[in-house]
């Protein structure tokens, strides 16, 4: 198995990045969802502190994952049908990223707005309060959410339309 990526296929380093940020996400996303649903008390608060440790650290891997981008070739698709595939492909992963980072800058906003302390490395920090911003970026990391679901379903939708109707197995690339 290679470190890096070739033409061909990826290496361990990308395959762990979509990995690790593909099983957060499954974690955080069910973990918003119960959060919504819950009395304010000591079960939220706990709830709460490991869905923003969650998505303070599948924001920076997706920095990571950014930076790794521009220094690794990413492999090439293997277009199927219609030459349409890969703008779709590009665009999802374009918008995957931009809407991980709308989560979680909003979800940091609606925090610190809230008046609320927010923990990012050894630091806390603190802003001052505006209770009707907040409810603005609660409302934006809602949708953003809603969104990424959309993209992740699209994602996976795609790689059984490849193995299904294009018998190709894209997601061997990725494994």
Do not use: C
Request: glycine share 6%; no cysteine.
């Amino acid at each position: 198995m290679r470190i890096f990526n070739t033409i061909s296929e990826y290496g361990i380093i990308s395959k762990s990045f979509h990995w690790i940020t593909a099983i957060l996400l499954f974690l955080q996303i069910p973990a918003g969802f119960y959060l919504v649903g819950l009395d304010f008390g000591e079960t939220r608060i706990t709830v709460e502190n490991y869905h923003v440790i969650g998505g303070i650290l599948i924001f920076y891997i997706t920095i990571l994952r950014l930076i790794y981008k521009i220094f690794n070739p990413t492999p090439s698709l293997n277009i199927s049908l219609f030459p349409g595939q890969k703008l779709i492909a590009k665009l999802n992963h374009i918008f995957l990223y931009l809407t991980i980072f709308t989560i979680t800058i909003s979800g940091a906003l609606k925090k610190l707005l809230g008046g609320e302390k927010l923990n990012i490395f050894i630091s806390k920090i603190k802003i001052k309060s505006n209770f009707e911003l907040a409810e603005i970026f609660y409302e934006v990391h809602i949708f953003a959410n809603y969104t990424l679901i959309a993209l992740i379903s699209l994602h996976i939708f795609a790689v059984i339309i490849h193995k299904i109707v294009f018998k190709e197995n894209i997601l061997k690339k990725i494994t």
